[in-house]
């Protein structure tokens, strides 16, 4: 397995302008919507990379190793020795689709030898929850299927996504890994405590909340968040993930970011589902807690690689936008930390999410997360 | 240097080395705000959370608060409830256990202890069963297979069944002991001491079949044993139902008292149980009648055998309190299957030849006979007509004149009862006088007669005067007074014109009664006879007892005359004595001069019979009367 890091910049454009581009070969990049809006970046690569599959979408910031930025394009080339590549794309007309779009792709993808999917999805007119659920159900649940859903900024206006074509707003797009030389690692974790009472869900539909204890939700979150902060919703709720399980299940605790508010309604509109009957805590992050989360996840990450020596390892990190909201400049932190626990010989780049998708850390099912960062590693075995 | 501003002065640093001093103070002021925020988000969060966490607290005080109040008027109520319970288990009648699911004594009550004697430290809750029955073991009020029981109980209890038990105790006390599985598991046991209630159940079931006098069989269970024996019967053997009465037991009632006729009954109980072996079956099914089964019998002989063996003992002295008592009983007997198979059957053929028994004269048995039926059709048709016969005016009377052997010629007239049937003709006296006096009929034919022989005599020259027969049901009856009154007011006779004629029999019972309603007749100018003198006990004491008119002389006597020198005798005696007394005699049956001849020179007064006159028609009667009065118109 061959990997080049790739940046482009505005005074620049790409550097490197040199690869050796090789037979299967796949390019990840990630930049903001306005950067990578109209595709002309796209069909760069494209040039730059004619045979290659792209895979890219809008973010709320690119990591490169441990900077991160907001202004350069941020991409890898890699080129596989002994596993070929099959990319799949949907659109996706309405968050309702949610589930057959995920069972479209995975139909896309499913193959005896399928080792790993990495999926990029729209990040606004998605249930994150329903597309993982109809991927795996078509895959079943043994395949790690990893990846996040694309961020605009604070913004919450538009996110794109695009899989050997131009970026796009509703568009779904992942890419399958076949044979048996491809390593997959990924971990996922949070950092962030619970705090504050148990709430119960008294009313919600989907991953729209209504209601936690009787009151409406939007309600407890501008309290939370005074009135400085609640100017910034819906991008300022990230500052309070709710962590949400099942009563019966206390295992099964993922966190839920905000996708939207409606100021009318009183409700908020979560990344993935929010069952009524669950329980509810909100949670809050300090710096240091949150980059320990981060070295987790990374740890997890290089654990599942079983420690090859590929010295073209590389790693994808995909972190929740609501941690950089609250870490500020210190959200290099965490990118430091994962780097750490990656080891220097690992190519690390990634994107700041509205959702991130990777198996959880404790049922081994794979979910959507929020407010995590997730790393999937991948590395090629005899290489 | 701190991470965080090493990396602002990298980013602030350009590719030549120099500092851009405006884009690093950017940097540090922007990460001074970023902590600012943080911290203000920190704290606004912080002192939300706590006070949430108060609001939380303050909501699970006040619940707190109420939960121990309701726990406490909780507990308040179970405490009051508890004593309630409790003196509900102390006062029951029934010993209560309880066990849980393991067999452990979870409580027991007072009752308990005390039905099986036990000490209250005997038994403690947390035993087991076998603990528990141990210790009845050792104080004796357990009987049976202590690890039969325990089995028992714990499978009942497993399987959630109940149970109910009579458990015999070995001081001889019953108990009911009923077992109930709780939910949850174990069970709840009554247990009750049900032996009085057994021995009354016992005692009633014995009395619904016994009769109390005698503590024979009644006919409910002769009915049940004859259903047994017939049974037998259709496997080919033969039985014999004897159904007997005691002749006239009604005169030992009336004159001794119903005690004394209580005794006597329970004495022949007592003697009829010597005279059955053990299989066979008597019973008490009325007054005086008894019915025996005898069951395997070789035949008649064996029947015959037995009622003789009966008669013999029945008849047998008794004394009852002082009072020496003879009786006698007559026994129908019925065969089976020779007679019938039937129970009902059986029964009505025996009654039937009892029947015949009695028609035979007191003190005999009679075996059953298919003709029997047929007598006791006719009597039952004879019955019917009879009923019918008073108000179809089919009774008529008619007159026998009585003689004065003096110079008065006729003195009076004996009214007759004649019954004209439509299809039969003449029926005798003889046959429906017994069957009037069986079905109570006599007291309206005797009324009837009286009314009818008043009016008849009132029509009759002042002179003749009428007799009028009583029967003894007659005399007993509290209308006889009335009834005489009434006919005499109504036919304008005479009272000294009326004679009633009594039999002995009539003094045999309530004497006392009949006596004084002789009186009252008498006082009120009516004669009194006695009849048929000399054929009953014709006891001399009865002449003491009333002074009666006239004593007639039964015509056996008169008709005994000319051939011994007794009857001559008698009446003689009879003649003398009533003279003595102030009494006239009448000699009965009188159907030849040389019988007129004698009982004038005996002394008696009157005569009656054939010689003069048969009984004839009131019409003849009156006829007689105008050739006397013409004869003595004549002479005058």
Not at chain 2, 260 to 274: C, F, P, S, T
Not at chain 2, 411 to 428: D, M, N, Q
Not at chain 2, 576 to 589: D, F, H, N
Request: glycine share 10%.
């Amino acid at each position: 397995m061959r990997s080049q890091r790739l940046v482009w910049n505005q005074q620049s454009g790409w550097t490197p302008k040199q690869f050796e581009a090789g037979r299967d070969s796949l390019v990840f990049y990630f930049g903001t919507r306005q950067a990578l809006a109209g595709g002309t970046r796209y069909h760069e690569l494209r040039a730059l990379f004619p045979a290659a599959h792209i895979l890219g979408c809008s973010t709320g910031g690119q990591i490169d190793n441990n900077d991160i930025g907001d202004d350069e394009i941020v991409a890898a080339a890699i080129g596989f020795d002994a596993t070929s590549l099959r990319l799949s794309r949907r659109e996706i007309g309405d968050p309702s689709q949610s589930r057959a779009c995920g069972e479209a792709i995975g139909r896309d993808l499913n193959a005896d030898d399928l080792a790993g999917v990495f999926v990029l999805s729209d990040g606004l007119n998605v249930n994150g929850s329903a597309l993982v659920a109809g991927i795996t159900g078509v895959i079943g649940p043994k395949i790690p299927l990893t990846g996040g859903l694309a961020g605009d900024g604070a913004d919450f206006k538009e996110t794109l996504v695009g899989g050997d074509c131009a970026p796009q707003a509703r568009m779904v797009a992942a890419i399958g890994f076949y044979g048996s030389a491809i390593r997959i690692g990924h971990g996922s974790a949070g950092g962030w405590d619970v705090f504050g009472p148990r709430r119960q869900v008294t009313k919600s539909a989907g991953n729209v909340l209504f209601e936690l204890d009787g009151e409406p939700a939007l309600d407890l979150y501008e309290r939370y968040l005074g009135p400085e902060d609640s100017q910034g919703l819906p991008g300022s709720a990230l500052l309070f993930p709710i962590q949400v399980h099942d009563a019966a299940h206390p295992d099964s605790a993922v966190v839920r970011t905000v996708l939207a508010v409606d100021r009318d309604a009183r409700s908020m509109t979560f990344a993935g589902d929010v069952p009524q009957g669950w329980t509810a805590q909100l949670m809050r992050g300090s710096f240091d807690r949150l980059a320990a989360g981060a070295a987790d996840a990374a740890r997890q990450s290089r654990a599942g690689l079983n420690g090859h020596a590929d010295d073209q390892k590389f790693s994808i990190l995909v972190s929740c936008i609501g941690r950089r909201l609250l870490m500020g400049q210190r959200t290099t932190d965490e990118t430091e930390a994962a780097g750490v626990e990656l080891g220097a010989g690992m190519m690390r780049l990634g994107f700041y999410s509205y959702g991130e998708i990777s198996p959880h850390a404790k049922s081994g099912q794979c979910e959507l997360h929020n407010q995590t960062m997730t790393v999937t590693s991948f590395a090629e075995v005899g290489s | 240097m701190h991470r965080l501003i090493a990396q602002q002065i990298a980013k602030a640093t350009a590719a030549d080395g120099k500092v851009d001093v405006a884009r690093l103070s950017e940097l540090v002021n922007g990460a001074y705000e970023d902590l600012d925020r943080d911290r203000r988000r920190t704290d606004r969060s912080m002192s939300l959370m706590i006070e949430e966490i108060d609001a939380v607290n303050r909501k699970l005080e006040r619940l707190v608060e109420e939960r121990t109040r309701e726990l406490r008027a909780r507990e308040i109520d179970l405490q009051a409830q508890n004593v309630r319970l409790d003196a509900a288990l102390s006062n029951m009648s029934q010993g209560l256990t309880m066990f849980d699911v393991e067999g452990r004594l979870i409580m027991c009550n007072g009752r308990y202890l005390e039905i099986y004697r036990l000490q209250p430290g005997d038994i403690r809750p947390g035993m087991l069963l076998r603990e528990v029955v141990e210790a009845r073991i050792r104080n004796q009020s357990f009987s049976g297979d202590p690890d039969q029981f325990v089995a028992e109980m714990m499978a009942a209890a497993r399987d959630r069944t109940p149970m109910r038990q009579q458990v015999e105790l070995l001081n001889g006390r019953t108990l009911a002991l009923d077992v109930q599985p709780m939910a949850g598991g174990g069970w709840v046991a009554t247990h009750e001491d049900i032996t009085e209630r057994k021995r009354a159940e016992l005692k009633i079931a014995h009395m619904a079949l016994h009769d109390s006098l005698t503590n024979l069989p009644n006919r409910v269970l002769l009915n049940k044993r004859l259903d047994e024996a017939l049974a037998h019967v259709e496997r080919g053997q033969q039985l014999a139902v004897l159904c007997l009465d005691l002749d006239q037991f009604k005169n030992v009632n009336d004159t001794l008292g119903h005690p004394i006729g209580d005794e006597l009954l329970r004495k022949v109980a007592g003697r009829l149980r010597n005279c059955v072996r053990d299989g066979d079956t008597i019973s008490r099914v009325g007054g005086d009648e008894f019915s025996i089964i005898q069951t395997d019998i070789a035949g008649a002989v064996d029947a015959r055998q037995l009622a003789v063996r009966i008669a013999e003992a029945v008849s047998a002295p008794y004394d009852l309190h002082g009072h020496a008592v003879i009786i006698n009983t007559s026994i129908g007997i019925a065969l089976a299957p020779a007679d019938g198979t039937d129970p009902h059957e059986l029964l009505r053929n025996a009654d039937m030849a009892l029947y015949g028994a009695k028609g035979d004269g007191r003190g005999m048995f009679r075996f059953f006979e298919p003709k029997m039926d047929a007598q006791m059709k006719a009597r039952r048709t004879l019955e019917i007509s009879l009923r019918k016969a008073l108000e179809n005016g089919e009774f008529a009377l008619c007159y026998q004149p009585v003689m004065n052997l003096g110079k008065d010629g006729m003195k009076s007239c004996e009214a007759l009862l004649r019954w004209h049937h439509p299809e039969r003709g003449l029926v005798s006296p003889l046959e429906f006088i017994p069957v009037a006096e069986e079905i109570g009929l006599i007291v309206a034919l005797g009324e009837w007669v009286i009314r009818q022989a008043c009016a008849d005599a009132a029509k009759w020259p002042d002179n003749i005067g009428v007799a009028v027969n009583l029967s003894p049901t007659q005399l007993g009856n509290a209308n006889l007074l009335p009834t005489v009154l009434n006919a005499l007011a109504t036919s304008q006779l005479p009272p000294d014109r009326l004679e009633l004629e009594i039999t002995e029999a009539v003094l045999m019972h309530n004497t006392e009664t009949n006596l004084k309603a002789l009186h009252q007749l008498r006082s009120l100018g009516i004669s009194i006879s006695l009849d048929d003198f000399g054929t009953g006990y014709s006891s001399l004491s009865y002449l003491r007892s009333f002074p009666f008119d006239r004593i007639k002389i039964d015509r056996c006597f008169i008709s005994g005359l000319g051939s011994n020198s007794e009857s001559a005798a008698i009446v003689k005696a009879v003649a003398g004595l009533a003279e003595s007394l102030s009494m006239t005699t009448t000699a009965e049956g009188v159907e030849t001069q040389a019988q007129l001849d004698q009982v004038r020179e005996l002394g008696c007064t009157d005569v009656q019979g054939y010689f003069y006159s048969k009984p004839v028609p009131v019409e003849e009667l009156t006829k007689m009367f105008s050739r006397s009065s013409a004869r003595k118109a004549a002479v005058a």
